[in-house]
């Protein structure tokens, strides 16, 4: 494959401002992101913009040292999805980031927070944030999905662009697999068979992410580690991070919208947003797929 | 042991070994399955041909070793049902009816193999079907006592009445006739030697089992008693009946219930429990087979299926594994599939050859088998076990033998698994978790290492999820080791315990090793290792209550372990230590931004000044908080100038070095310094403290995070819960390194 591995660079990065118990916590830690990565920051509010807001956004940016000029604020008035999504598109914003709740809740499935509706329809990516502090945490540990897919090759190179960015010093390239393609053991027989063929695909798949790795500008400072992991896919890669503590999760965009009908029966991204496990980026390619 | 060979080599060279098992078990089949074609309603012939057709078809087709096939007992009562509802009283017409559906559902069997649903059996709760596997022997004990003192056809036809019919017959034994007392002796008399022969001490009595020995001796009386008599002892009603020409009366089966719901629910309910009784057998002789192999369930049950349509339609019963006869064939010295063919062959001779001598065994001694048979699935000594694992389960397992009893089996096992649900919601309080998470997978497996894999349990883990967990144990080699790490789910229910206690076993006997961590916390609230194990009174009050009568809670696998390791080494094992030990925790950088919830497993030396303990500790708060257990060791070295820094290969530290500001120190040994990262602020204190000596003996060693603050070193492995193997191989690297810092170098 003529592949090439183009990293997303994040120009414009933008939050959307709500007055939650995050929300503080949530403009810090997007402002530091912004700083690292060099990039333009936005702060969106949609809704009414009254005095007593102006007050608390003014303080919070007092209280975290932000300088008011660093910032483009943009306050507009309706619906929360549609308007900020077609701030994003003025404004040509690459990277929008969200204050999410780790876990939704059982019976708002059909009346989900803004961040997550957002991310159902975004066509930007997409930074979900579900443990900003105050203070600030260095991202050290970073899990990417490097599966075998048409997108996979620019989410892993963008994934090593910000981990330079953020100064992180471990990258876990995660490769889910299919389970249907090893064979069911059985017996002692089918056991060794079943092995055989699974030492098989992950040396393939080795070479598959050293290819694409080699593509992407590494530093020396950064360890990467590739994990094979046979699983539901999606589901799987979400675990891991978990099991691994990761401070950042990067996974490819969906390749369909997400509607109703996917939020009943799970899947790949579902599983995620359902139960993030971390923070997480879900990066949206704009390159034309040709593989596809 | 050298394992057999497969195919015709195995079978040429081991076939004397195979031949023995196979006559010994003959022996003891002829009489059960005779026993369990009349418990069945069948005449008698056809549990022969069952027996036959298993023996010979399965041996062939079948995927496991040591197995034997033929009639089961759970199925004797389920072809009864069938027999009575569809002949509608007939019980000619039904046995006909019975076969078609029996033909069905062999077809059924064969299907389920092929779709590879053998994992269904293991989807139902282990006291559920228990629960289920006593009714059966309630229902074949309450249906045969009454044959046994000779009621053949008593008034009641369900269970329960029957039981109490029994004993208002037993009354009127003392006005019976002679023909009556006789047969009522006989039966009893054969039930109470049956009873007793476990007693009896007289070795060459052992050498043939006991319900052979019961149909010798009947047989035996009946026929010294008709040479005496000049007529027939027993009346003839009594005696087993096998036609002459039971081969030229042969009848194809009659389908012509096809349409209908009954014959469905009947060729149903036999596929469900012909694959429950073999799938329990095939999983229990796989653990008694001496050479180990592992059984190909999903073959078996093709071959059972195969078997069971060709037994149906030449008028058989249902084809099953029977773990009874099965382990039989193992003590007697079988090696291969060819102990089930001979077993076949040589229970085709006897009905060829010896069929006028089988016709002159009584049913009542044949009833007393089968009352005693009925009395073992039953099984009362199993009460106590089973309320061992906790009062809810020994309900559960009453709820369904009465469910059973009342409304049947399928409808008992449905209601005994709707109750499970109901007592775990109750029980762990995480009903909405059920609900929410039963639909979504919960299982990661990766290989860390080379043959060390890690299977992570997310959320819950029970009966309704276990075909999930199921397949990636199965996915294990079970040569290699596996970590099943059940911290991050709230509670495991008894199946899984049983089934994990199960592929412990399994991984211990082909050179592996499988362990269980994480479940310190809810082993602590079970009353038994294989019980429920949840965290649902994971509260302060339990807590305090365990870190007050630390001695008595109830130690996990794994603490029991550590113990031992604990007292082999010199040190003292608390598994609840106070929360002072928290504190001494705090003086740690790494744990400055962590909060210690509790800890556990507290190994203290004190003479080298260290304590080995399991940290719980979480960052963040509410929604999002981070839970972490951890295993480290806390020494204060002696004798040596400490300076604080912080060492480690996986950079876990550099989160708070970056607080610290410090910079990375260079010692001088280059391959150290490719292997580690060193940070620290006084860089000449740090340089004396790590001589040759010291970074020599780390080198030889697994790379382990440590931190220093000044007086006392953090050192741990992993950030997650150690298993035993690694606690051990932490504490003794602190232990050897404390050892070489206390001899003086030269």
Not at chain 1, 133 to 155: A, F, L, M, Q, Y
Not at chain 2, 358 to 372: D, E, G, H, S, Y
Not at chain 2, 550 to 560: C, D, P, V, Y
Not at chain 2, 650 to 667: M, V
Request: with cysteine; glycine share 8%; charged share 20%.
């Amino acid at each position: 494959m003529d592949f090439k591995a183009t990293p997303v660079e994040y120009k414009k990065i933008a939050t959307a401002m709500g007055f939650s118990p995050m929300a503080k916590a949530n403009l810090a830690e997007v402002y530091r992101i912004a700083q690292k990565c060099g990039a333009d920051m936005f702060v969106f509010h949609i809704g009414q913009w009254s005095d007593k807001c102006e007050a608390t956004y003014n303080s919070f940016l007092k209280e975290l040292s932000i300088p008011k000029s660093g910032i483009t604020f943009v306050s507009k008035d309706g619906d929360p999805k549609v308007e900020l999504l077609s701030l994003c598109a003025e404004n040509k914003i690459d990277l929008l980031a969200l204050g999410a709740l780790t876990r939704e809740k059982m019976f708002k499935v059909f009346n989900v927070s803004i961040a997550r509706d957002v991310c159902r329809k975004a066509d930007v990516s997409l930074l979900l944030l579900t443990n900003s502090t105050v203070e600030g945490r260095v991202c050290e540990r970073i899990v990417v999905n490097g599966s075998d897919h048409p997108k996979t090759p620019d989410t892993l190179a963008t994934a090593v662009w910000l981990s330079s960015k953020l100064g992180s010093r471990e990258l876990y390239v995660v490769d889910e697999l299919n389970e249907k393609s090893l064979v069911h053991p059985d017996d002692d027989k089918s056991q060794l068979n079943s092995t055989r063929k699974r030492k098989q695909i992950e040396r393939e798949q080795h070479g598959r992410i050293a290819k694409l790795l080699s593509c992407c500008s590494v530093s020396k400072k950064l360890e990467i580690k590739e994990q094979h992991v046979f699983g539901k896919p999606g589901y799987t890669i979400a675990h891991y991070a978990k099991v691994k503590r990761a401070d950042l999760l990067i996974v490819n965009s969906p390749d369909t919208k997400l509607g109703l009908f996917d939020r009943i029966f799970k899947h790949d991204l579902e599983y995620i947003l359902s139960d993030l496990p971390t923070n997480l980026l879900i990066v949206h390619t704009t390159k034309i797929l040709r593989h596809a | 042991m050298h394992k057999p060979s497969s195919g015709f080599r195995g079978f040429t060279e081991n076939w004397q070994a195979d031949l023995k098992a196979g006559f010994v078990v003959s022996l003891v089949a002829l009489p059960i399955s005779i026993a369990l074609a009349l418990a069945s309603g069948a005449p008698a012939i056809a549990g022969l041909i069952s027996a036959v057709i298993g023996g010979i078809l399965v041996a062939h087709l079948g995927g496991s070793f040591v197995t034997i096939t033929g009639p089961g007992n759970g199925l004797a009562v389920v072809t009864l049902g069938a027999i009575t509802t569809l002949g509608g009283g007939d019980m000619l017409a039904g046995y006909y009816m019975a076969l078609g559906a029996i033909v069905v559902s062999g077809g059924l069997l064969f299907l389920l193999g092929t779709v590879r649903l053998g994992v269904l059996a293991d989807l139902f709760p282990t006291s559920a079907v228990q629960g289920m596997l006593a009714a059966i022997g309630i229902i074949i004990l309450a249906k045969q006592s009454h044959v046994m003192i000779g009621t053949l056809s008593p008034d009641s036809s369900e269970p329960i009445p029957l039981l109490f019919e029994f004993f208002a017959s037993l009354k009127g034994l003392i006005s019976a006739d002679v023909e009556i007392i006789k047969v009522a002796v006989m039966g009893l008399g054969s039930l109470i030697f049956l009873i007793l022969f476990s007693k009896i001490r007289l070795g060459w009595m052992h050498a043939v089992p006991a319900p052979l020995w019961v149909v010798v001796i009947a047989v035996g009386i009946q026929m010294v008693g008709t040479k005496i008599n000049g007529q027939s002892f027993f009346p003839e009603v009594y005696l087993v009946n096998i036609p002459a020409d039971w081969m030229s009366s042969w009848r194809p089966p009659d389908f012509s219930g096809i349409k209908e719901g009954s014959f469905w629910t009947a060729a149903i309910t036999l596929t469900f429990i012909a694959s429950i009784e073999s799938l329990l057998s095939i999983k229990g002789m796989d653990r008694l087979d001496p050479f180990k192999r592992k059984s190909n369930v999903n073959k078996d049950l093709r071959a059972l299926g195969i078997a069971t349509a060709v037994s149906g339609l030449l008028g058989g019963l249902s084809v099953v594994t029977v773990i009874a006869r099965s382990s039989v064939n193992v003590s007697n010295g079988a090696k291969t599939r060819a102990a089930n063919f001979f077993h076949g062959i040589l229970i085709l001779i006897f009905i060829l050859f010896l069929r006028s001598l089988l016709t002159q065994i009584p049913l009542p001694a044949l009833a007393a088998i089968l009352v005693f048979t009925g009395y073992k699935l039953l099984n009362p000594s199993q009460f106590s076990r089973i309320a061992e694992i906790g009062m809810e389960q020994l309900f559960l397992f009453f709820f369904t033998l009465f469910a059973t009893l009342i409304y049947g089996l399928i409808v008992g096992i449905a209601l005994g698994m709707l109750v499970t649900l109901v007592v775990q919601f109750v029980m762990t309080r995480s009903g909405m978790d059920i609900l929410r998470y039963l639909s979504r997978p919960n299982t990661l497996l990766y290989e860390e290492e080379d043959q060390k894999f890690i299977l992570n349990i997310n959320y819950f883990s029970n009966f309704l999820n276990y075909p999930r967990l199921k397949s990636k144990l199965d996915s294990v080699p079970p040569t290699s080791t596996l970590i099943a790490d059940f911290s991050n789910s709230s509670f495991v229910d008894h199946t899984v315990m049983e089934h994990l206690a199960g592929y412990i076993e399994l991984f211990e006997q082909k050179g592996g090793s499988l362990e269980l961590v994480g479940l310190d916390m809810s082993a602590a609230s079970a009353t038994h290792p294989l019980g429920v194990q949840s965290k649902a009174n994971k509260s302060g009050s339990l807590l305090g209550g365990l870190r007050r009568d630390s001695g008595k809670a109830r130690l996990s696998t794994k603490q029991e372990k550590l113990s031992e390791f604990s007292v082999m080494n010199g040190m003292d094992f608390t598994s609840w230590p106070t929360p002072d030990w928290d504190v001494k925790l705090d003086q740690f950088n790494y744990f400055k931004y962590r909060r210690v919830d509790y800890t556990t497993n507290l190994l203290v030396h004190h003479s080298h000044k260290l304590f080995a303990i399991e940290v719980s500790s979480h960052s963040g708060e509410f929604i999002m908080k981070d839970s972490q257990q951890l295993a480290c060791v806390v020494w204060e070295p002696q004798g040596v100038e400490l300076p604080k820094f912080v060492l480690d290969r996986e950079r876990i530290f550099e989160r708070l070095a970056h607080f610290a500001g410090s910079k990375d120190i260079l010692t001088g040994q280059i391959k150290f310094d490719q292997r580690f990262a060193l940070k620290g602020s006084n860089a000449k204190a740090i340089r004396s403290f790590f001589t040759k000596e010291c970074t020599d003996f780390l080198m030889r060693n697994p790379s382990f995070h440590m931190e220093s603050n000044g007086t006392a070193l953090l050192i741990f492995h992993k950030e997650r819960v150690a298993s035993v193997q690694e606690f051990k191989l932490m504490v003794n690297f602190v232990l050897d390194w404390a050892e070489q810092m206390s001899t003086p170098s030269e």
